[in-house]
């Protein structure tokens, strides 16, 4: 049976992840997409992630390659779009998946740094990506763009920059909806809630003295679906229906991927 995105060109950016005892996200959807026939151009800041998720893929028979870059950077942006038109021939499926945190905290003790530097690779560095992506896209005529957003982006009220950042990432995901919609171009955000992955608990648990057992029971008894978080593979299936054709008619949509951790928030 084909798989859902047989033929597909496909870019996961953050296609690595926090070394840790789970999966993260950009490695679920990398490695699913590829289970669903996409060929994938997996990017990364650290080459060695990158290269695992690769490593990965090939071990199941599908087809990836690797591709350092960072995104902070217009050159590495523009790099990415131009190594995909090279090793894919075309670019049809755009995961922006970086995001990072640490260091955050409310608006009144939040220093200047942490905030540029999460404003930085959170928002300005998923507007560059898309900077270089979208031309490419318009010329061929058509793209899906699944960027990572996060429930904080509507609630939390404890690491500004951070809930700031993913309200940004809302935001240029409709707006690039709305301007490229006439290209075929579709974008959409996933809001992800507490997902178990290495970035969320490692780091909590490292930030906050605890371990990871205690953090874990404490993100899971806050889910009402189950009382458990999510795992990466809850962002990768739902990430796979957006970027698939099962979802050509949806575009500037920002869909909660949390457990009903939303509904609390209406
Ligand atoms: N885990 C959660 O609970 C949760 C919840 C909501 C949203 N999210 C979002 O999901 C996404 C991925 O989260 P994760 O937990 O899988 O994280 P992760 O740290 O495992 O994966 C992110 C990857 O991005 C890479 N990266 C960081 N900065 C980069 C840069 N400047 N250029 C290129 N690559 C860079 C990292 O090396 C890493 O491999 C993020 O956008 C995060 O905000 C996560």
Redesign the pocket.
Known sequence: MAGRLEGKAAVV??????P?ETI?????MAVLFAREGARVLC????AE??EETVAMIVAEGGTASALA????KAA?CQMIVDEAKARLGRLDILIN?????GGDAPAHRLEEAVFDRILS??LK?MWLTLKAALPVMREQGGGAIVN?????AVGGGIQLA?EVS?AGVNRLTTSVAQSNARYGIRANAI???????????S?IAAASGRSTTEVRAE?DARVPLRGR??T?WD?AYAALFLASDEAQFITGETLRVDGGMGTRIG
């Open positions: 950016v953050g296609a690595g992840q926090t840790g993260g996200n950009g490695r679920a990017v990364d800041r650290i992630r990158a870059a960072d995104i902070t590495d998946n970086v995001g990072i945190g690779v959170n560095g990572i957003s996060s429930l904080a951070y993913k809001m992800m809630g507490y997902i178990d992955t290495p970035m969320a608990v780091g993100r978080m999510g990466a962002t």
